[in-house]
């Protein structure tokens, strides 16, 4: 994940005008900033004169002490006045409690929950913003892991202890490595979101993995199916749901894509399938998951057929629609649909990304250019060259392409008569 950063950090409870959750410093808060600013006070004590400062201690006093700057000699100092506030300036500033941080974090007394809310506001509005998706998953991570365990600590004690006692907690919670892995680098993101009017981060961190110990991250199991179970799950789906799966084997496009899938985005006869919104769980949504998901998509004139047959004289609306014209949702469709016919294919438990993974890998058997992959998939250039091809703009060589490969499967007939059992599948896949 990149590191967003907020403008500025939201204010704790109890400071004065602040603007909204990632507004700019408030007038009290600079006072008060201000007023920790120390010089020090020149003191005469026995035969010395001393400046006299407070220190904050680690847990949360702020003790006087003081320091020798010179001595007296009959009465007299050793050094002038102005030697005397030069010397006591440097005494001061070698103590460190004139760090901006330090100031900072203590007037400020950001919660790591407060900053976490601003954080997560902020992500989902700035110029480059979280998809919809990420966005839900952050929100569920908060609520149901990190808020609980360290919403109420202030940021600024979010370090390595927290994260190693946050990592066994989540241990004993049973959660997978990887999604330790990724819980742990939102709350990284968190701390570092809290920077100042110049973009300095206030919590600088130097995390220490070893110290950390979260569970490593072994290889994950990417599943994908073979192109004889491929057509045997198509076969086993009626109505549009077969016509759903047979698409998605036969294009890669990721479910929330298909799903979110418009009339208005099928041309050529079905064609060509522009991708420019998605299904998510609060409805349909024009922010995809990276830029590059923003493509077209060239479909094999077998499957473009039963596309543009399955259409027919609609103009408007959902390719793949409930019964209410809504969208299907996604997690529905995966554990209401696609499981029960895994299960009864005898295949292996995998998720729509499996037909994503089959079809780049078919593509990549039939040697297709690797940035014509990346672009029909909306991945990112891996290297400079990518960025220099334009492939992607030769529309009748994507169509030669596109035919030359072929899908990869047999597509099974149509099955005419559905099934009450069908029927009830689709109504809850709604």
């Known amino acids: 994940m990149t590191n967003p950063v907020l403008k500025t950090p939201v204010a704790a409870k109890g400071q004065s005008d602040i603007k909204d959750g990632t507004g700019t410093h408030g007038r009290e808060v600079k006072r008060r900033m201000r007023s920790r600013y120390q010089k020090g006070t020149l003191q005469k004590a026995g035969n010395q004169v001393l400046v006299r400062f407070r220190v904050d201690m680690p847990d949360g006093r702020r003790v006087l ?12 100092p050793t050094l002038s006045l102005a030697e005397q506030r030069r010397r006591a300036a440097e005494i001061v500033e070698a103590a460190g409690v004139n760090n901006t941080t330090q100031i900072k974090q203590s007037v400020l007394g950001l919660t790591f929950g407060e900053q976490a809310e601003a954080f997560l506001k902020y992500s989902q509005t700035k110029n480059d913003p979280i998809s919809t998706n990420t966005a839900y998953t952050w929100r569920t991570t908060l609520d149901k892991w990190l808020i609980p365990n360290i919403g109420g600590m202030l940021l600024a004690d979010v370090k390595n202890k927290t994260l190693r006692d946050l990592v066994e907690a989540m241990v004993k919670g049973g ?166 016919i895994l299960e009864e294919a005898g295949i292996d438990q995998a998720g729509f990304h499996a037909f994503r993974r089959y079809r780049v890998t078919w593509l990549r058997k039939r040697r297709v250019q690797e940035d014509l992959i990346q672009y029909w998939t909306g991945h990112g250039d891996k290297t400079v060259t990518d960025g220099y091809s334009q492939l992607e703009n030769d529309k009748q060589y994507r169509k030669m392409v596109t035919e030359q490969v072929g899908i990869g499967f047999e597509i099974p007939p149509v099955v005419q008569n559905v099934q009450k059992s069908e029927k009830e599948r689709l109504t809850l896949a709604a």
């Open 65 to 76: 002490t003081s320091e020798k700057v010179c001595d007296l000699v009959n009465g007299k």
């Open 175 to 340: 959660l997978a490595p990887k999604s330790i892995d990724n819980y742990i680098g939102l709350v990284k993101l968190v701390v570092a979101s809290a920077v100042d009017d110049e973009g300095e981060q206030i919590y600088p961190r130097k995390w220490n993995a070893d110290f950390i110990n979260a569970p490593k991250v072994k290889k994950q199991h990417k599943p994908s199916f073979e192109a004889e179970g491929v057509t045997d799950i198509i076969a086993r789906a009626k109505s549009q749901n077969r016509l759903l799966l047979l698409l998605v084997a036969a294009t890669g496009l990721r479910l929330g894509e298909l799903s979110g899938l418009s009339v208005e985005d099928v041309t050529d006869g079905g064609a060509t399938i522009t991708v420019r919104q998605q299904a998510t769980r609060g409805g349909i949504t024009d922010r995809l998951k990276t830029k590059n998901a923003y493509r077209i998509v060239d479909v094999h004139s077998s499957v473009a057929a039963e596309l543009a047959a399955f259409i027919g004289t609609r103009t408007s609306g959902l390719v793949f629609a409930t019964s209410k014209g809504t969208a299907y949702n996604p997690s529905n469709l995966r554990n209401r649909l696609l499981y029960p």
